[in-house]
């Protein structure tokens, strides 16, 4: 099997609201994608080149632009964006908020069995065409839509409290102890995209009070214990990695360029009460979480000592949290030691979403894992500017859809 | 520099207690808002709480009132003084503060134009302690922070008040001598002032909703020029212009008279959307928006113009093919796209004029008025229309001499960057 190595990409600003712009979704494309092409220095002439050889191919994350803009066969679309798009092979990806995942894992696919060499792969959702209850909605059908979705208002934060519940109740905790942690997750996310120039809430104001200070006017509860800064942003936004083969990489004389090391990817249960019966036996509460991580550290042959940057799908506070274990930072239940020791913060041991993550830096959701692994890249390579970690040599990143139901894990480094 | 405790005065002002909201919050600060009332001062507690968005700064806001003076001053870092533009009742204040300013206490205002070196002069021995600090409405949202010095030996103390600016409170600082209206508002009223201009000029072809669809959301702004002075208020506009006309003595001033129209406007208290009426007003009963007919001295039914070059111009903006819209707007040679294409180059050329003036380095035009306005900064604009020889060219096709002028002095010319910090795109909107 080939090697698939990153060659580079762009992300849009996700403070962004492309309708407030009068903007349509190809604008958002051409930008992403040309901003990708321009940042890797391949030229419309190179992709009509490569085509005629048929030798790359476009692979599309989005979840559910159907409803949002009313628009589908979204691989396609891409023709719409640059004639040079014409007769590449294109198509869209979907599993929810892990759409993202799955176009990295068909474009890694094709580049592993040699049939391209480049793959150019984009993440992208148009989110704020609605307003929040109707895009809650949308966004309930990535659970199972005729029990946990149909006449539901804001079904996912309900969904992810439950994870809270359920979390507190399965290791004992202390509840003040828990939520403490979450404001503490809450307030790192936020903090760290300050530092990042393309994050949704950069120049918004934080503080750990606010995060704990929870059912206030400007901190709603959103579902169960839940409030607003438990949760991840609405946001427009597209991000495009471009992945090359061995070959190219030689053939174009191209070094420091990071490989995919390894990949996890496993479905659990659709349901949430499934998941959580599923698991009445286990040591970890989403023991597939767990599972795909550890498939992604066995294909890598590496361990958690050995990542410098993760990178994780805080969807909501509660979904981070039970990351921590599921990384094998700490054990399963003990998850706010890492938090109050200071273990994932910025300039801690394991550095968790340095980018802001989906609370801070924003969650188109089709974009969320080309974002994460596009952030990866970055920091692999040095590229992180502002939000860089330092000496980062390995950087894992999660990436879920639904309640945790799509597991995908990357992980990204130096050869 | 160590800003711990701060005092706003004036705090019930819609800038006041905005200001207050950014000390307390990103400045983390302890901040005496003083006002008339205590009952006012609790009000602009709540607001600055709402301003940025987070009821976890209220415990470091506390509500003071003139009589307290004494305690607030003597206790304090900073000194921000808010209070309305008007240089008795600022120079009275001052000099009751002053007997209970700290040794190294800064003291700043928030005039937006008032001459920070007369305003200085009460403090006598502690002058170098007082800067200008504008910041524009709402600072939330908009980070522009223009830092004015009045005199050469408050350098040292001006690098640390800007350091504290930036990095504390998350401004864009530009570092402005003291000079009428400072940056940001003397290029974004240049502005607005040319298109009231126009639209008494063109009134026949109907005035101000004709040139503010000329100037919508596809020429690089949220709102439309005079849409903007509604909001901003008339009265505070034509302030503004007639204190720049009166204090600027060079070839473009003639920019900032005030047109008959607005003058009358003014007279009868019609002062923009805070009175209910202005240059436009909207009836709630039946959804209409009316606009000042300058011809006919009344209001009439807005009208919707539709111009093939913006048509066409909106079109491209909206699938991001943004070049394509700009080459649109050069090519075209009907009346309105005159119209826009003379005013996006005076905008371009006047405010490099005036940040080559006004501050030591050029760029600072777009940081005023991209974090300022929201409107594409200058240099940017230069960037989509194809480069600063390209636009030179149109320059000299289409503007006067006092115009290219500007271009063709080489210490502004080649100071131009290639690129701006700031990216023209998202300032483009595919709409009027």
Redesign the interface.
């Known amino acids: 099997m080939d090697k698939v190595y990153i060659l580079g990409g762009a992300q849009t600003?996700y403070s962004?609201n492309w309708s407030?712009?009068?903007?349509?979704v190809?604008?958002?494309?051409?930008?992403n994608i040309f901003d990708a092409l321009d940042n890797v220095g391949l030229t419309r002439k190179d992709i009509i080149e490569l085509n005629k050889e048929n030798k790359i191919a476009l692979f599309v994350g989005n979840f559910i632009a159907e409803n949002y803009i009313n628009q589908g066969h979204l691989g396609a679309l891409l023709t719409e964006v640059d004639p040079c798009f014409f007769g590449v092979p294109s198509a869209r990806f979907e599993a929810a908020c892990a759409s993202g995942s799955v176009a990295i894992d068909a474009a890694c696919s094709k580049i592993k069995d040699k049939t391209y060499d480049i793959a150019i792969v984009i993440g992208w959702e148009i989110m704020k065409s609605v307003d929040s209850k109707t895009g809650g909605k949308f966004l309930g059908k990535a659970a199972y839509y005729e029990t946990e979705g149909k006449n539901i208002e804001f079904p996912f934060p309900k969904l992810f409290a439950k994870l809270a519940d359920e979390t507190i109740r399965k290791y004992d905790l202390s509840e003040k102890r828990y939520m403490d942690a979450l404001s503490k997750i809450s307030y790192i996310n936020y903090s760290n995209a300050s530092r990042n120039p393309l994050a949704q809430t950069r120049?918004?104001?934080?503080?750990e009070?606010?995060t704990r200070?929870r059912g206030?006017?400007?901190?709603p509860i959103i579902g169960g214990k839940l409030a607003l800064t438990d949760c991840s942003q609405v946001t427009d936004g597209a991000a495009t990695v471009i992945l090359c083969s061995e070959k190219y990489k030689k053939k174009n004389g191209l070094t420091n360029k990071p490989i995919i090391k390894g990949f996890g990817h496993r479905v659990a249960p659709m349901t949430f009460n499934k998941k959580i019966e599923n698991a009445k036996e286990e040591k970890y509460i989403l023991p597939w979480t767990r599972q795909a991580i550890l498939d992604a550290y066995k294909r890598a042959n590496l361990v958690v000592d050995d990542i410098d940057v993760f990178e994780t799908h805080d969807c909501f506070t509660s979904s981070e949290y039970v990351a921590i274990s599921c990384f094998g930072i700490t054990e399963p239940g003990k998850e706010y030691k890492a938090i109050e020791q200071g273990i994932i913060d910025f300039d801690g041991k394991y550095p968790i979403n340095p980018s802001g993550g989906l609370i801070g830096c924003g969650h188109p959701v089709g974009s969320s894992g080309v974002r994460m692994i596009l952030d990866l890249y970055k920091q692999v390579t040095n590229q992180a500017y502002g939000y860089q970690i330092k000496n980062a040599k390995n950087g894992l990143m999660l990436n879920i859809g639904g309640s945790a139901t799509t597991n995908y894990c990357y992980i990204v480094g130096i050869e | 520099m160590n800003i711990n405790t701060i005092t706003i005065l004036g705090a019930n002002g819609i800038m006041g207690c905005n200001i207050a909201g950014i000390f307390a919050?990103?400045g983390k600060a302890k901040v005496y808002l003083i006002c008339r009332t205590l009952n006012k001062s609790n009000e602009a507690i709540e607001k600055a709480?709402?301003s940025?968005?987070?009821?976890?700064?209220k415990s470091k806001m506390i509500p003071m009132t003139y009589n307290d003076l004494k305690k607030c001053i003597s206790d304090s870092d900073l000194v921000f003084e808010s209070l309305s533009e008007d240089i008795n009742i600022k120079i009275n204040m001052y000099q009751k503060i002053i007997p209970y300013l700290k040794e190294n206490t800064i003291i700043a205002t928030g005039t937006s134009g008032l001459s920070i070196k007369d305003l200085s002069n009460v403090f006598k021995d502690k002058k170098d302690n007082f800067f200008g600090i504008h910041l524009f409405n709402p600072p939330?949202n908009l980070?522009l922070c223009e830092l004015i010095t009045h005199n050469k030996q408050q350098k040292e103390k001006a690098d640390e008040l800007k350091k504290y600016l930036q990095k504390k409170l998350?401004r864009t600082v530009v570092e402005i001598k003291d000079s009428p209206s400072f940056l940001g508002n003397r290029i974004g009223f240049f502005f607005i002032n040319e298109t009231m201009k126009l639209a008494e000029k063109h009134q026949d072809q109907g005035g101000i909703d004709y040139i503010d669809s000329i100037f919508g959301?596809f020429t690089g702004r949220s709102m439309p020029p005079l849409k903007t002075a509604d909001f901003v208020g008339l009265d505070v506009h034509k302030a503004i212009v007639d204190y720049i006309y009166e204090n600027t003595q060079d070839n473009y001033n003639s920019s900032f008279i005030v047109t008959q129209y607005l003058k009358k406007l003014v007279e009868k208290g019609f002062l923009g959307r805070k009175a209910g009426h202005g240059l436009y007003y909207k009836d709630n009963n039946t959804g209409l928006t009316y606009v000042y007919d300058i011809k006919g001295e009344n209001y009439r039914v807005k009208n919707d113009y539709n111009f093939y070059f913006a048509n066409e111009m909106?079109k491209y903006?909206?699938?991001?093919?943004y070049k394509k819209a700009f080459n649109i707007l050069l090519d075209d040679e009907c009346i309105e796209a005159r119209i826009c294409k003379e005013l996006l180059l005076k905008y371009i050329t006047y405010s490099l004029k005036i940040s080559n003036e006004v501050s030591s380095d050029i760029s600072s035009c777009d940081d005023a008025m991209a974090t300022g306005f929201s409107w594409i900064p200058p240099i940017a604009l230069i960037e989509v229309l194809g480069g600063k020889e390209k636009v030179k060219e149109k320059v000299k096709q289409y503007l006067s001499k006092d115009y290219f002028d500007i271009l063709n002095n080489d210490d502004i010319y080649n100071n131009i960057p290639k690129k701006s910090k700031y990216?023209y795109?998202?300032f483009?909107?595919?709409?009027y």
């Open positions: 600003d962004r407030k712009e009068g903007k349509n190809l604008a958002l494309l051409r930008e120049n918004w104001y934080m503080d009070l606010q200070q206030t006017e400007t901190n | 919050s990103f709480c709402q940025v968005r987070s009821e976890s700064i939330y980070t998350n959301g909106i903006i909206k699938i991001g093919d990216d795109r998202s483009l909107k595919g709409k």
